[in-house]
């Protein structure tokens, strides 16, 4: 109802929206500077400033002052599988001028959290969040960091002792093989 006892210059409703068929992803500022007066949202590319406003209007009865839309491209990428270069499609965000000033919560802590996640959902997140991190280096350097590499085992310790020790010339290689007679040398 606060829609309505906001004064409208323009008419509306003239866009119906049933059961959408787009994602719409409000997000959080990543700076701590930015108004309250203003939320970003993350939309599909066919979308126009009408149809946000028509959107946030009748689903949520939120009143704006104004829509701002900037289309980011997304950089080059190698595909892992393919290895081609290629442009991920890009990401439209708009940001929205609000009636009323939005204050975001504060993010819930990690004991906070365990109210409603059990420590099966936490072990997803992390592994989720080091995947993440995982593909951010494939994309950075090009080259996929094996897990294994990453944990040094005393195995990878031992045969890394024994590398060094042969290319210094420390000890000698040798197989303990006996040779086949006719591989002697001559």
């Given at each position: ?113 365990k109210e409603w996640h059990d420590d099966q959902t936490e072990k997803r997140v992390e592994l989720q969040s080091k995947q993440d991190q995982q593909m951010k ?38 197989n303990r093989r006996e040779l086949d007679p006719k591989w002697t040398e001559s």
């Amino acid at each position: 109802m606060a829609a309505k006892a906001a004064s409208k210059p323009f008419k509306t409703g003239f866009k119906q929206v049933y059961l959408p068929d787009h994602v719409i992803t409000f997000c959080r500022p990543t700076r701590q500077a930015t108004l309250p007066q203003f939320a970003t949202f993350k939309v599909p590319l066919h979308f126009n400033k009408l149809d946000m406003r028509d959107y946030l209007l009748h689903a949520y009865s939120v009143a704006t002052l104004g829509v701002r839309s900037a289309v980011m491209r997304q950089p080059v990428a190698r595909n892992p599988v393919t290895r081609r270069v290629q442009r991920p499609p890009a990401i439209k965000y708009m940001t929205v001028e609000l009636h009323k000033p939005f204050v975001w919560p504060k993010e819930p802590s990690k004991e906070e959290r365990k109210e409603w996640h059990d420590d099966q959902t936490e072990k997803r997140v992390e592994l989720q969040s080091k995947q993440d991190q995982q593909m951010k280096n494939y994309q950075l350097y090009g080259k996929l960091v094996d897990p294994a590499v990453e944990k040094r085992t005393a195995d990878r310790t031992a045969l890394s002792k024994q590398a060094k020790d042969l290319v210094s010339g420390a000890t000698k290689w040798d197989n303990r093989r006996e040779l086949d007679p006719k591989w002697t040398e001559s």
